[in-house]
């Protein structure tokens, strides 16, 4: 399996350039800045940290003076005035005729943001969104709201190779299998365009609404099967793991199993494939990118 060098990241400022919605459920927003000439990643499920503004602010708080003390300086701001801060995936990059980066796209969940809001749906009544939006966590909020030139920071690598992308598959790997719930669609969407022609790929994924489902671009000889919540919340157990475990697996010793999404379900996923499917613990990438009943500041706090 390979290993990432230690690499350096660093901040970018960067505004919006424009929105696109996917879904009732995904927004995705296309980033750009001078700074981005500087930023590197080879792709895959490269994670990335976001910076957003409180309403009312024109950017985001992070007392960057403070250099290597930005963190503790973060922290220690008001909440209502410290910056939002996110974890999200590098959906797709651009370079110019340079090879430098000029844009990156990231999708965004839009929990508790009705399919009407955003930019660019029509507008409904005020009291309508304003329900939704009190429902909705602060990065739905900007993200339902983002309009061209609002401001933003990046946390993000200035080496391509660098520890923050989680998918790496063994040389030897002759299936890859992924399971994601929305909140990593986006990532389990970017490797699936990594992966070489003929490469076995075998995909489950569960999103809120059928609107949520996309064309998944791939060279890859894989199958994708969706899973459809009608609007309901995540259940005590994937929507997929029935599927997952009728699915044959004829070579066990063989497999990259790539799992992210909530915490909770990625846990019982991991345990089937290492406990019930012998697949070696080595050969299997779990994240938690939410954990049920906790706001991100929470699951930070215990992590």
């Not at 598959?169 to 970017?190: F, G, H, I, Q, Y």
């Not at 299997?284 to 706090?301: A, I, K, N």
């Amino acid at each position: 399996m390979t290993t990432a060098v230690a690499a350096p990241f660093r901040f970018f400022a960067l505004q919006v350039a424009g929105t696109r919605r996917l879904g009732p459920s995904l927004v995705r927003v296309t980033f750009t800045g001078p700074e981005l000439r500087d930023f590197r990643s080879d792709g895959r499920d490269q994670s990335l940290s976001l910076f957003l503004p409180h309403p009312g602010q024109t950017e985001p708080v992070v007392p960057l003076e403070l250099g290597e003390g930005w963190w503790q300086g973060w922290r220690e701001l008001p909440d209502d005035v410290r910056a939002v801060m996110r974890s999200y995936t590098l959906r797709a990059l651009r370079a110019d005729a340079l090879g430098r980066t000029a844009e990156i796209d990231v999708d965004f969940v839009l929990h508790g943001v009705g399919a009407e809001a955003g930019p660019s749906a029509a507008a409904g009544p005020a009291s309508r969104w304003a329900a939704r939006a009190a429902a909705a966590g602060p990065a739905s909020r900007w993200a339902a709201r983002a309009a061209a030139g609002d401001r933003v920071l990046l946390l993000g690598p200035a080496v391509a190779d660098n520890r923050a992308i989680r998918f790496r598959p063994p040389e030897d790997a002759s299936t890859v299998l992924l399971w994601a719930d929305e909140t990593a669609v986006p990532a389990a969407a970017a490797v699936l365009e990594s992966l070489p022609a003929g490469a076995r790929a075998r995909v489950w994924l569960e999103v809120p609404h059928a609107g949520d489902v996309q064309e998944l671009p791939t060279a890859a000889d894989a199958e994708v099967t969706w899973f459809v919540r009608d609007g309901c919340a995540a259940p005590d157990v994937p929507l997929a793991l029935d599927a997952v475990r009728e699915t044959p697996l004829p070579s066990p010793g063989r497999a990259y199993v790539w799992i992210a999404g909530e915490s909770g379900h990625v846990k019982l996923l991991r345990r089937h494939f290492v406990g019930e499917r012998g697949v070696d613990r080595r050969r299997v990438t779990f994240v938690g990118y939410w954990r049920r009943g906790l706001t991100e500041e929470q699951l930070r706090e215990l992590t």
